[in-house]
């Protein structure tokens, strides 16, 4: 009789944080956003014309910890604190004397950890009187998860969704849908900045770059109306970071500290999470903490550091990150929560000071992974996810081989129901890993702000 045994670490009610860690305050030195007019640094002031006080405050703060809002807590009360596994069946598998723990956000209403920030967000835009959020979306995660919690506290949302994924995950969109959203397809017509991709290139599929465009013009051009952003920026990075302290409780339930911390990175919000606490002072030791990206996107190994804008057409701050360039338009694929020029700040500058490894892994190995984790876990991952996953088993097999026991803690940021096609696709042998477009990079770095190179 096969083992079916499972480790599961579970907290209560109670035990769900009351206060978010900010990994700003322990990174210190960290350069400012740049104001795309101006050229002088950004102040919260200025963010006030896209989001509310409260959420400028957290972008810009240094503090360590930041209260969370009973409101928001009781919000997160619909599904945290979340589950942390013994990756047991998974262990016996590779025969690795590693333990694999995972924590899993995919039990949100919206099946990833993007509900995280987006309760947050909606919470302090109603709380300062706005009526509507606009965002933008590559997969759709991010978009349902604002139209979910646009729902829950009375908020309109608009989603400017990259087309392609637009045309290839229709349930999406319905998804949104449902909970009153409205998604359009971008580029659109509706924007100025859409206008302007369309009358170039009308058959463009888009990039979250050119719909975050789209929705910051919105933003601007109405004061009822607030920006939400699904990733990158501190203040989302931030609200993730209930990830890491749960995990933190859950772990010592278990006896345990990680050796190893891995994430995948679209924006670096999930691995920002789920690395802050650890690397706080008085958590001990840090871990090795490695950042997993897509070769059809590799943000963090093959990016330069430079002041770049976050959207396609200059419209938001300058962010000092590793970027591939904002006009880099990455090729369609199926972990499309990954598919982003740049990377949060935060994890950039972590990156730099050497306490974050970057590995980037061709999206058949992580599909590969993400069945292999499917058959022995019983958890089908979103494709983001299974990069983390292929990673875990790396290290796993490399631990075999060393013959070391090591602790392994890996952010299973969400499920992969609504992305079966991805699967489907690889069950049938017909995804193949491309070469990344050596050229097509060459000219995006050309077109970088020319004053904004950092380094090369
Ligand atoms: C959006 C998404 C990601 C990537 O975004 P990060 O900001 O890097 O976390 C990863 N996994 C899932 C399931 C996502 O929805």
Same mark, same amino acid.
């Given at each position: ?78 599904? $945290? ?10 262990? $016996? ?161 278990? !006896? !345990? ?46 990016? $330069? ?98 013959? $070391? ?13 609504? !992305? ?35 380094? !090369?």
């Amino acid at each position: 009789m096969p083992d079916t045994t499972t480790t599961r670490y579970l907290l209560g009610e109670r035990d769900i944080p009351r206060a978010w860690h900010n990994l700003a305050a322990d990174l210190g030195g960290l350069a400012p956003s740049v104001h795309p007019v101006t050229g002088r640094p950004v102040t919260a002031d200025d963010l006030l014309a896209i989001m509310p006080p409260e959420l400028a405050r957290q972008e810009t703060s240094r503090e360590a910890e930041i209260e969370i809002p009973w409101q928001i807590r009781r919000a997160y009360a619909q599904w $945290r604190p979340t589950p942390l596994f013994r990756a047991r069946r998974l262990e $016996r598998a590779l025969g690795t004397p590693a333990r694999i723990y995972y924590k899993y956000e995919g039990c949100s209403p919206t099946g990833s950890h993007k509900a995280n920030t987006a309760v947050a967000q909606a919470f302090y835009n109603q709380q300062a009187g706005i009526r509507r959020l606009v965002t933008d979306t590559g997969a759709g995660q991010w978009g349902s998860s604002l139209a979910y919690a646009g729902a829950l506290f009375g908020l309109a949302v608009q989603v400017f969704m990259v087309r392609v994924s637009y045309q290839h995950k229709p349930h999406r969109r319905t998804f949104m849908e449902a909970y009153g959203a409205r998604c359009v397809p971008s580029p659109s017509p509706e924007t100025a900045a859409g206008r302007a991709v369309l009358a170039a290139d009308p058959d463009c599929e888009g990039s979250l770059g050119i719909a975050i465009s789209e929705a910051a013009e919105l933003a601007l051009s109405d004061p009822a109306t607030s920006f939400a952003s699904g990733s990158v920026l501190n203040h989302v990075l931030l609200h993730q970071s209930v990830i890491g302290k749960e995990a933190v409780a859950q772990l010592a339930l278990a !006896d !345990d500290h990680p050796d190893v911390l891995i994430g995948c990175v679209g924006g670096g919000s999930n691995l920002g999470g789920l690395i802050a606490p650890f690397l706080h002072p008085a958590a001990g030791p840090p871990p090795r903490i490695i950042a997993v990206e897509p070769t059809a996107c590799p943000t963090l190994t093959r990016g $330069r550091i430079a002041y770049d804008f976050a959207d396609s057409a200059g419209l938001t701050p300058m962010l000092r990150m590793h970027t591939l360039g904002h006009t880099y338009m990455p090729p369609a694929l199926h972990a499309g929560g990954l598919r982003y020029h740049g990377i949060a700040p935060l994890l950039s500058a972590a990156h730099e000071r050497g306490l974050v490894e970057a590995l980037s892994l061709p999206q058949t190995e992580c599909l590969a992974a993400g069945l292999r984790f499917a058959r022995t876990e019983g958890i089908v991952p979103a494709p983001e996810s299974s990069h983390a996953i292929a990673a875990v088993v790396r290290e796993a097999l490399r631990c075999k081989e060393a013959g $070391r026991a090591e602790s392994i803690l890996f952010g299973l940021s969400g499920h992969g129901h609504f !992305d079966l096609t991805a699967y489907e696709n690889h069950l049938a042998d017909r995804l193949h890993d491309q070469p990344l477009d050596e050229n097509a990079l060459a000219a995006s770095f050309a077109r970088l702000p020319a004053a904004a190179l950092v380094q !090369d």
